[in-house]
């Protein structure tokens, strides 16, 4: 190939690459033109929406203005008419003051009279709301005090009751070592023969149906409310559980000092292998647990 030759080739791959770079520009910005023809287009669209929406919206809060204003020139136009009518009632007032006044005026020695009664009146009225309202204040007072004094009352009757109750407790405390200590000496001190001693004393037979409720429980001690009464004997073994809870069954108790109305009794736990000190609280007897037998014909009839 000669000279001239290959600078035609190299010519005609020029002219060709720049006939393929400008053509892929024009397509290329043709394809520009088109994505930003399409996104100006929508943005019109959405404008359109928005100008639209909003001369509805203009037009719906135009008409809700034009009712309001209608409504308030209505009520304007009834406020009118009433002022109106009050200003002439208003003025029928002023007359009728006028000849008050004047009828006042030319019965003016009665009318003195009247007003110092009435001022009388009114000060007697003011003495006596006066009065009232003292004897009142001294009326709560007094029945503040009542109340004061009947709770005072309640608190020192229990107080009075939770002392008895301590009292038959430590009483039958008391005996219970006194006894303890006869039957010792009687036994001279033989353990033997303390045991058969105890063997040989049985309790009587309780009631069927007997129940009563803890009204004390100290050291081991428990008084409760029911005694000779109810049957109870000096070694009766009664029951001792709790209702509250769903019920739960704490261990028994022997009498040791029985009354008419009222007993002490000692407390064994359910578990004969803990001590009492070793309970829980809520495993003691408390104030208005249940004593009775278990077991018996009665509502007293749970399982332990």
Do not use: H
């Given at each position: 190939?000669t000279w001239l030759g290959k600078i035609l080739s190299v010519f005609v791959?020029?002219?060709?690459?720049?006939?393929?770079?400008?053509?892929?520009?024009?397509?290329?910005?043709?394809?520009?033109?088109?994505?930003?023809?399409?996104?100006?287009?929508?943005?019109?669209?959405?404008?359109?929406?928005?100008?639209?929406?909003?001369?509805?919206?203009?037009?719906?809060?135009k008409d809700a203005l034009e009712r309001q204003l209608a409504a308030a020139?209505?009520?304007?136009?009834?406020?009118?008419?009433?002022?109106?009518?009050?200003?002439?009632?208003?003025?029928?007032?002023?007359?009728?003051?006028?000849?008050?006044?004047?009828?006042?005026?030319?019965?003016?020695?009665?009318?003195?009279?009247?007003?110092?009664?009435?001022?009388?009146?009114?000060?007697?009225?003011?003495?006596?709301?006066?009065?009232?309202?003292?004897?009142?204040?001294?009326?709560?007072?007094?029945?503040?005090?009542?109340?004061?004094?009947?709770?005072?009352?309640?608190?020192?009757?229990?107080?009075?009751?939770?002392?008895?109750?301590?009292?038959?407790?430590?009483?039958?405390?008391?005996?219970?070592?006194?006894?303890?200590?006869?039957?010792?000496?009687?036994?001279?001190?033989?353990?033997?023969?303390?045991?058969?001693?105890?063997?040989?004393?049985?309790?009587?037979?309780?009631?069927?149906?007997?129940?009563?409720?803890?009204?004390?429980?100290?050291?081991?001690?428990?008084?409760?409310?029911?005694?000779?009464?109810?049957?109870?004997?000096?070694?009766?073994?009664?029951?001792?559980?709790?209702?509250?809870?769903?019920?739960?069954?704490?261990?028994?108790?022997?009498?040791?000092?029985?009354y008419p109305k009222e007993a002490v009794a000692t407390f064994k736990p359910?578990?004969?292998?803990?001590?009492?000190?070793?309970?829980?609280?809520?495993?003691?007897?408390?104030?208005?647990?249940?004593?009775?037998?278990?077991?018996?014909?009665?509502?007293?009839?749970?399982?332990?």
């Amino acid at each position: 190939m000669t000279w001239l030759g290959k600078i035609l080739s190299v010519f005609v791959l020029i002219l060709g690459l720049a006939a393929m770079w400008f053509i892929t520009t024009v397509f290329v910005a043709r394809t520009n033109w088109k994505n930003d023809r399409d996104a100006w287009q929508k943005l019109y669209k959405e404008a359109e929406t928005a100008r639209t929406s909003e001369i509805n919206t203009y037009r719906t809060e135009k008409d809700a203005l034009e009712r309001q204003l209608a409504a308030a020139q209505t009520q304007s136009k009834g406020l009118t008419d009433q002022v109106a009518k009050l200003k002439g009632s208003n003025d029928l007032v002023v007359e009728e003051n006028k000849r008050m006044a004047k009828i006042i005026k030319d019965a003016d020695p009665i009318g003195n009279e009247l007003q110092a009664l009435l001022q009388a009146l009114t000060d007697e009225v003011k003495k006596t709301r006066d009065r009232n309202v003292l004897l009142e204040k001294e009326r709560v007072d007094l029945v503040t005090a009542k109340e004061n004094a009947l709770k005072d009352r309640q608190n020192f009757e229990n107080q009075a009751k939770q002392a008895t109750s301590d009292k038959l407790v430590a009483e039958g405390k008391v005996e219970s070592l006194n006894t303890q200590v006869a039957e010792l000496r009687a036994s001279g001190g033989d353990q033997s023969k303390l045991l058969l001693n105890s063997f040989g004393k049985p309790a009587a037979p309780l009631p069927d149906g007997i129940r009563g409720t803890v009204t004390a429980y100290k050291d081991g001690y428990v008084s409760i409310s029911i005694g000779i009464d109810a049957g109870l004997t000096q070694g009766a073994v009664l029951d001792v559980f709790r209702s509250e809870g769903g019920g739960q069954y704490l261990g028994t108790i022997v009498i040791e000092r029985v009354y008419p109305k009222e007993a002490v009794a000692t407390f064994k736990p359910a578990d004969a292998r803990r001590t009492i000190g070793k309970l829980r609280a809520e495993e003691l007897p408390k104030v208005g647990d249940t004593v009775g037998k278990v077991g018996i014909s009665g509502p007293l009839s749970i399982k332990k």
